[in-house]
């Protein structure tokens, strides 16, 4: 086999561009996204440049505006989360409640929050003997109980000294949140995590337009993309402007409980004084602000 | 600075000349390189999904194959350290073969990462300064700082030898000793962070063990130099180099006791898991007899088992290893009972039972097993052309053009 100098070369001009990025995609857009910054080396003027992109795009995507909020931690805030085991009656209107809210993905599905189902007298601590399949005719089952699991939002969260390119941290209210512009897909993070509360987009995010809720946080419920994760934020984009997740609303027995730890007289703080609270695997230091709790008399 | 570019297109047109087996055989790898191509076009376009791994197992066969790797190319060290701290002589002629095997296998695990990502195109995120690289709370950014490192080193040193050859020099022992002294605990270091990797998790028991460092160095010292030994004898077939069969044989007793300590590490293990039996057995449980019912990884860890232990014996008795049929069926048993035991038999137990207590059984799909294949076979291809170019070099057959010889 001869080939000489011009034929080589030219095969490998054409082997070199074929290499080389889609060119129908090299609009500005693309570029723009490809070389986006990290949300935290970003000053406002880029945010909202930033902000102002992804709302055209998601506008493009599902035909109507969606609203990309930036609200930023409020001073003097720490958000705890309260679970009342004793009346969780294992609905899962949490679940759905949550997937309403913060626009996961449909198909394939998507849920941030894992009601595992234990028998009474069972191993339950360890998790190990847990059921998240359960699918009975009516809840709650005589002889079972419930315990819903979602991000813990850890005060020494494993997940963020696992990313490789620190694009999921800690806010200064105690929400770990991911920019899901920076983030490379890699799963340390979930390997990390000992909760599962971390949720891979698999394949393009699928949810209809009409499915939609347009009012979400860069940092929470904005539309996510292919090969990034995503996790429960307490409704970042709900709590920051003083509401309750959709999770605590959605609870028909009113067994979730949310506020300002660093508040006194906070329904949180009254909880973690008046009753007896554990947090899920306390023996791995990770201190979730996700307490859980047995009431008294029920 | 001509010259530099002419003698560039020596080195090019290498590989072209071959014999019609040499064209069959690349024509062989392009063609799965193709398969592996398009089956990752088909995962870029419709994402990750087309693979095996879910939430529960976020991590399957590529991260396997990386893993495996990593010990492959941190066993070049194996040749290196007889070769030039005990000055033994054989052995130190081939080291370069080793060093290019070490260079193709970091390509490979690079390659690896790669296709697992989510995000390909934003993988310079993790670079420091242009990017935000999370150093050094992650393991992950570690890992990269020294594969990356390795991949120079090596690559320093082979291309420095092979120019100095090249133009009929002789290499200068002052530059390539240091950056071999650098290179031992350098490679000790690829596979101790990456076992880290794993190890500092404490979500997952399976792998937050204190043996798991160890029994990364103690396996690839095991599958690593086992590839090298078929790796010569088919070079010193095809072409005029010369390796020693001493040289093979003095391999393959390192092996030996490589295997042993392997097997000893894998026993205390064992031990450990089973003797105190507290929840966090289940991986074990798992992966060597299934747990509720489930017990895909069953027959492949026994396979493991079993090549390594009977491995272990070929390697230990002279006899055995010093005969070619039973030395290379010793090393082809135990490079494929680590390729089980350090890679899926290592990546999947961490994940099942999940934190949540489910258990998920993996298995690679179609697709993930093509893109897979066509990155081994990418790699075969860098090291057949590596080797192109390499050996007629080290020969003495290939030689550049200097101005002195112009004049």
């Given amino acids: 086999m001869h080939i000489n100098r ?24 693309f570029w723009e996204a490809f070389f986006q910054k990290h949300f935290r080396e970003m000053n406002d003027a880029e945010i909202k440049k930033v902000i102002q992109r992804l709302e055209k795009e998601a506008e493009q995507k599902y035909k109507k505006a969606i609203k990309i909020g930036n609200e930023k931690a409020i001073p003097g805030v720490s958000f705890g989360y309260g679970l009342d085991l004793s009346r969780c009656i ?14 996961q993905s449909k198909e394939p599905q998507i849920h941030w929050i894992t009601v595992l189902r234990f028998k009474k007298g069972e191993k339950f601590s360890d998790l190990e003997e847990s059921e998240r399949y359960y699918n009975p005719r009516e809840v709650p089952e005589p002889g079972y109980f419930y315990m ?11 997940c963020v000294r696992a990313c490789p390119t620190k694009a999921t941290w800690k806010d200064p209210d105690g929400i770990v949140v991911i920019d899901y512009n920076w983030c490379i897909g890699c799963r340390y993070c979930m390997a990390a995590c000992p909760y599962g509360a971390r949720r891979f987009n698999w394949a393009e995010p699928g949810r209809k337009p009409e499915e939609m809720n347009p009012n979400t946080h860069y940092l929470g419920n904005r539309p996510r993309y292919k090969g990034v994760v995503e996790k429960c934020t307490f409704c970042i984009q709900r709590a920051r ?17 949310f506020g300002n730890l660093l508040d006194p007289d906070s329904e949180m703080r009254n909880l973690i004084e008046r009753k007896r609270v554990f947090r899920l695997k306390e023996d791995l230091n990770t201190y979730p602000k996700f307490y859980y709790f047995f009431a008294y008399g029920r | ?37 398009s089956a990752y076009m088909d995962q870029a376009e419709r994402g990750l999904i087309i693979t095996g791994m879910r939430d529960q197992v976020s991590w399957g066969f590529y991260i396997s194959n990386f893993t495996f790797l990593v010990g492959v190319a941190a066993a070049a060290v194996l040749l290196v350290i007889p070769a030039y701290i005990y000055n033994f002589k054989p052995i130190k002629e081939i080291v370069l073969f080793g060093e290019l095997l070490a260079i193709t296998a970091i390509a490979m695990c690079l390659l690896f990462v790669v296709i697992d990502m989510g995000q390909p195109l934003r993988a310079w995120h993790i670079l420091p300064v242009i990017g935000s690289m999370n150093f050094p709370a992650s393991l992950l950014a570690w890992d990269v700082l020294v594969l990356n490192g390795y991949l120079a080193i090596n690559t320093s ?21 240091p950056l071999i002294i650098l ?225």
């Fill in chain 1, 241 to 257: 402007n003083g509401r309750y997740p959709a999770c605590v609303e959605a609870c028909p027995v009113g067994a979730r409980k």
């Fill in chain 1, 148 to 158: 819903p699991v979602q991000c813990q939002q850890c005060e020494k969260p494993p």
């Fill in chain 2, 183 to 407: 290179s031992i605990p350098w490679a000790v270091s690829i596979h101790t962070v990456t076992a880290f990797l794993y190890n500092g998790l404490s979500a997952r028991p399976f792998w937050n063990a204190s043996i798991l460092a160890p029994r990364f160095l103690a396996s690839a010292f095991c599958s690593g130099p086992a590839i090298m030994i078929l790796l010569f004898q088919i070079i010193r077939k095809q072409s005029e180099v010369k390796i020693e069969d001493r040289a093979l044989f003095k391999i393959a007793e390192l092996i030996a006791y490589a295997i042993g300590m392997n097997l000893f590490l894998l026993g205390a293990e064992v031990f450990k898991e089973f003797y105190s039996g507290s929840i966090h057995s289940y991986p074990f449980k798992y992966l060597y007899f299934g747990l509720h019912g489930k017990s895909a990884l069953v027959p492949w860890i026994w396979t493991a088992t079993i090549l390594n232990i009977t491995a272990f014996f070929l390697f230990l008795l002279p006899k055995a290893r010093e005969n070619f049929t039973t030395l290379n069926t010793a090393c082809i048993f135990v490079i494929i009972g680590v390729y089980i035991e350090k890679g899926l038999g290592l990546v999947v137990p961490g994940f099942v039972p999940d934190t949540l207590g489910e258990i998920y059984e993996y298995t690679p799909t179609t697709p993930e097993v093509l893109i897979t294949i066509g990155v081994w076979a990418a790699g075969a291809l860098i090291y057949t052309l590596l080797l192109k170019f390499a050996v007629p070099v080290y020969t003495g057959k290939l030689r550049f053009e200097t101005k002195e010889l112009k004049a």
């Fill in chain 1, 90 to 103: 294992g609905c899962r209107r949490c679940v759905y409640g949550c997937v309403d809210e913060n626009n």
């Fill in chain 2, 1 to 37: 600075m001509l010259f530099l570019i002419k003698n560039f297109f020596i080195a090019l047109k290498q590989i072209f000349i071959g014999s019609k087996k040499y064209y069959l055989w690349v024509g062989f790898l392009l063609f799965l390189i193709l398969l592996g191509v």
């Fill in chain 2, 157 to 177: 040193i082979v291309f420095y030898v092979l120019y100095s050859l090249s133009i009929g020099k002789e290499y200068k022992m002052s530059v390539v000793v």
């Fill in chain 1, 6 to 29: 011009r034929t080589f070369l030219k095969g490998a001009a054409l082997g070199l561009a074929g290499t080389a990025l889609p060119l129908n995609k090299a609009d500005a857009s």
